[in-house]
C-alpha cells in the first residue's frame, strides 16, 4: 500500500479565499462560491464527482472525492437549494482513524474536529473559537455533531440579497 503522503499527492489540493470564502481545487479555473450554479459545478468537477444526492426538499447535493486538505485526503459535498450553493460539507480521512466495526470511535472524531479546526483557521485566518467563526461572507465550523455522532465541518455561505 502506498504511503499517505504518495497517496494524497495524486489528490487534489482545496485551497481557501479567506476574503471571500471561495475554494479552489488544484488549478482547476471554477471556484466554489456562492456564485456557483449546480449546474456550473457538474461540469466543472465532473472528473471528481462521487455521487449526487436529491432530498426531495428542494436540497441537493454532489460530492467530490480524491481531494486533499491540510495535507490529508479529503471529500467535500456542496448543497444546493435550488440553482444556489448553500453550503460546502468536508471530511478527512487521516491516517491511524480507530474504527470500531467500520465506524469511527469519539477519539477518531475528535481527531478529526481537532484537525479541521486547526486546518481551517489557518486557511481563513481566523480561529475556530467553539469550533465556530463568522465571516462576512458567511461561517466555517467544525465540531463534534452528537445527533449523527460524527464530525461535522464546513463553510456556509451567507443568503444572497
Same mark, same amino acid.
Given at each position: 500500500?502506498?504511503?499517505?503522503?504518495?497517496?494524497?499527492?495524486?489528490?487534489v489540493?482545496?485551497?481557501?479565499?479567506p476574503?471571500?470564502g471561495?475554494?479552489?481545487?488544484?488549478n482547476?479555473?471554477?471556484?466554489?462560491?456562492?456564485?456557483?450554479?449546480?449546474?456550473?459545478?457538474?461540469?466543472?468537477?465532473?472528473?471528481?464527482m462521487h %455521487?449526487?444526492?436529491d432530498? %426531495?426538499?428542494g436540497?441537493h447535493?454532489?460530492?467530490l472525492?480524491?481531494?486533499?486538505? %491540510?495535507?490529508?485526503?479529503?471529500?467535500?459535498?456542496?448543497?444546493?437549494?435550488?440553482?444556489?450553493?448553500?453550503?460546502?460539507?468536508?471530511s478527512?480521512?487521516?491516517?491511524?482513524?480507530?474504527l470500531?466495526?467500520?465506524?469511527?470511535?469519539?477519539?477518531?472524531?475528535?481527531?478529526?474536529?481537532?484537525?479541521?479546526r486547526?486546518?481551517?483557521?489557518t486557511a481563513?485566518g481566523?480561529?475556530l473559537?467553539g469550533?465556530h467563526?463568522?465571516? %462576512?461572507?458567511?461561517?466555517?465550523?467544525?465540531?463534534?455533531?452528537p445527533?449523527?455522532?460524527?464530525a461535522?465541518?464546513?463553510?456556509?455561505?451567507?443568503?444572497r440579497t
Open positions: 500500500m502506498p504511503s499517505t503522503s504518495k497517496r494524497v499527492a495524486s489528490f489540493p482545496m485551497n481557501f479565499n476574503t471571500d471561495s475554494i479552489q481545487l488544484g482547476l479555473p471554477a471556484l466554489i462560491c456562492p456564485t456557483l450554479s449546480q449546474d456550473e459545478a457538474r461540469i466543472a468537477f465532473a472528473t471528481l %455521487g449526487e444526492r432530498v %426531495g426538499t436540497y447535493w454532489l460530492s472525492h480524491r481531494l486533499s486538505l %491540510g495535507g490529508a485526503p479529503a471529500g467535500i459535498s456542496l448543497c444546493f437549494h435550488g440553482q444556489r450553493l448553500d453550503m460546502v460539507t468536508m478527512v480521512d487521516l491516517p491511524g482513524a480507530t470500531e466495526d467500520g465506524w469511527p470511535t469519539q477519539a477518531a472524531i475528535d481527531a478529526e474536529v481537532a484537525f479541521m486547526r486546518t481551517l483557521a481563513l481566523r480561529k473559537a469550533g467563526a463568522r465571516f %462576512g461572507w458567511g461561517e466555517a465550523w467544525a465540531r463534534f455533531d445527533k449523527g455522532f460524527m461535522s465541518s464546513g463553510i456556509r455561505y451567507a443568503p
